[in-house]
């Protein structure tokens, strides 16, 4: 069946989180690779990307005639657009940050690691900076404030963001409660909440298991769920309400949390403008004292 075929990358991952329950595993694997490597498809053949990736370059071809394409060259030249319109100091950093040629050249110097994480995280922030109008953060702060409750989920290293977003929602006045998992009683803790209420899972590879389950249950129970995680393809992705995506840099082992507490900076501040309009100018000055 045609499907049609995507005209930007935002259409294609939108294509792709409708399809991949139908694709076989290597397909899904092809089609998780080429959203979390843009550069990559745009700047290699079908034979490198295979190489690097370790999937087999039938995948992606298959993948790419899945989606509504001829073949993988069409494919590579919807990959390659927005790199066409980027400034060229812009298209160069995406090439090394994609690329994962970021090179640290003496490892057992701490400055030189500083270095190198400092500029993978700045690259994020500017991925992050470049995607901004494509996410659906008016409709996440819409869902977070009409809540009756939050009930915010990270754990492993995610529990960072998950800690931060929860305090920070509360100092901005929306009900919101850490699923923390001390004791292992994370499926306990979850089962207040209810179809009024909403998830915010938070996850990236290798995926919490806990996290999952939580997201299942909550379902079940009819709640709401928001992802933060890293590709539509993401297991905590599936049947969520919504769904933020977020790449952190990943350096030697190492993924940063830059990008992602900014954005969930960028939700609880959203929250707080937002019921400062609602309530009106006079309410202004107690923000300069939330302290978040």
Known sequence: ??????????DLRLRVAALAEGFTPRLRDAARYAIEHPNDIALNAVAAVSARSGIAASAFIRMAQALGFTGY??????????????????????????????????ASDPAAVLRAFSQANALSL?????????????????RIRRARHVFVLG?????????????????VGRPSIQLTGLGGAVAEQARAAGPRDLLVAISFPPYAADTLRVCEQVRAAGGQRLAITDTVLSPVAHEADLVLQVNDAEL?????????????QTLAMGV???????????????LEDIDC
């Open 1 to 10: 069946m045609d499907v049609g075929r995507p005209a930007s990358l935002d």
């Open 73 to 106: 060259g069409e494919l590579q030249r919807l990959f390659q657009q927005p790199l066409q319109q980027a400034a060229p100091p812009s298209w160069r950093e995406r090439v090394r940050h994609y690329g994962g040629e970021q090179a640290i050249d003496d």
């Open 126 to 142: 500017e991925h992050l900076r470049d995607d901004a109008a494509a996410l659906p953060l008016a409709e996440a702060i819409r």
């Open 155 to 171: 754990l492993r290293r995610s529990y960072a963001v998950a800690s931060y977003l929860a305090y920070a929602l509360a100092r």
């Open 252 to 264: 030697l082992g190492f993924r940063s949390l830059t990008s992602a507490m900014c954005l969930a």
């Open 272 to 286: 707080a403008f937002a019921d400062r309009r609602q309530r009106g100018a006079e309410a202004g000055a107690a």
